[in-house]
């Protein structure tokens, strides 16, 4: 895929400030149902912001809200400086957003149905525009093409020159990489980063941990409708990431000796191997100590390595700590 170049998207106002800007968002639906409480969040311009949580936790319902799709109960969002309710069409012009579920006009061609989209956010025709979008994202041969003879990953193509059509600086994807094949997601990733160095928000939910990982900048998760973290990624991991020591043991051990007790220790593999977890970033991570015991209460090892906790353990970790 070639690299998106979308400097016909550059953001307005400040570069330096929020993008989004959500206080005190609540949605209770009829039913009595509280999808979201009372949520706080800053996005910042021109970052690619991940949004993680379990199925149920909210993700789908704020973004619907951020995008004019569901009503707020309570609070304030801003969309590049507009408000969604009072100046909802001015909001709505600044978001893109590729939704999970494929839904295109089957009997259209590619080439109609992104100009249509952006005829919908009352855009003149700009048809070098979207002969650009449409070879940004290798779907220039297509553009003939209706939508029912593509394949998905070129219908979620599609999705996304929709999204774009209208120039928007704000682009949500949600879990836009479920269902499709490996070189297809990689391709997309790229497509990303293109757009957020050309000044594109953007913000994802998915359910590929690792991609967040690689991807975002920030890390945002959300559980039982509340914003429970916000942090930038390389913190997170610095805050919450932990660090094992596993050593292979020449010889069982049925229980971890006294002389340890200080250690955050545990065995494995039925008494053969020995975990020790730490904080990597300290300045003193107990390891030599810990060697030098071993070795004075004959505890021989034949191998050792190390792990890094993952941001999926993280998550799984922060989720678990608010169940």
Not at 16 to 37: D, P
Not at 59 to 76: D, E, F, M, Q, R
Request: contains cysteine; negative net charge.
């Amino acid at each position: 895929m070639k690299p998106l170049d979308n400097r016909h998207a550059q953001p307005s106002g400040n570069p330096a400030g929020s993008v989004i800007s959500v206080t005190g968002l609540g949605k209770t639906y009829a039913s009595g149902f509280q999808a979201l409480r009372n949520v706080d969040l800053e996005i910042r311009r021109g970052e690619i912001f991940a949004l993680l949580g379990p199925n149920g936790a909210g993700k789908t319902t704020l973004i619907s809200i951020i995008c004019g799709i569901v009503n707020p109960s309570t609070g304030v969002v801003l969309a590049d400086g507009h408000d969604i309710v009072r100046d909802y069409r001015a909001a709505r012009t600044k978001i893109g957003l590729v939704p999970q579920e494929l839904s295109t006009d089957a009997f259209e061609s590619v080439w109609d149905t992104v100009k249509f989209s952006r005829g919908l956010f009352g855009k003149a025709a700009n048809p070098a525009l979207i002969e650009k979008i449409l070879k940004d994202l290798s779907l220039w041969e297509k553009k003939d093409s209706k939508i029912m003879t593509l394949s998905g990953g070129m219908k979620r193509r599609v999705m996304i020159a929709k999204a774009l059509s209208h120039e928007p600086t704000i682009l949500f994807l949600d879990e836009p990489t479920a269902g499709v094949d490996v070189e297809l997601r990689r391709d997309m990733w790229e497509m990303v980063r293109a757009l957020r160095d050309n000044g594109v928000t953007i913000i994802l939910t998915t359910h590929y941990i690792e991609e967040a990982e690689e991807m975002a900048d920030r890390i945002g998760v959300i559980n039982k409708g509340e914003i429970i973290l916000v942090e930038d990624k390389t913190v997170l991991m610095h805050k919450l990431g932990r660090k094992q020591l596993i050593l292979q043991l020449q010889n069982p051990l049925m229980a971890l000796p006294a002389a340890l007790s200080g250690y955050d220790l545990a065995l494995a593999e039925g008494g053969f191997q020995l975990v020790y977890t730490f904080d990597a970033q300290s300045e003193e991570t107990g390891i030599a100590g810990l060697l030098r015991l071993l070795g004075e209460q004959g505890i021989d090892f034949k191998d050792l390595q190390t792990s890094q906790s993952s941001l999926e353990d993280i998550f799984v970790d922060l989720v678990r700590g608010r169940a």
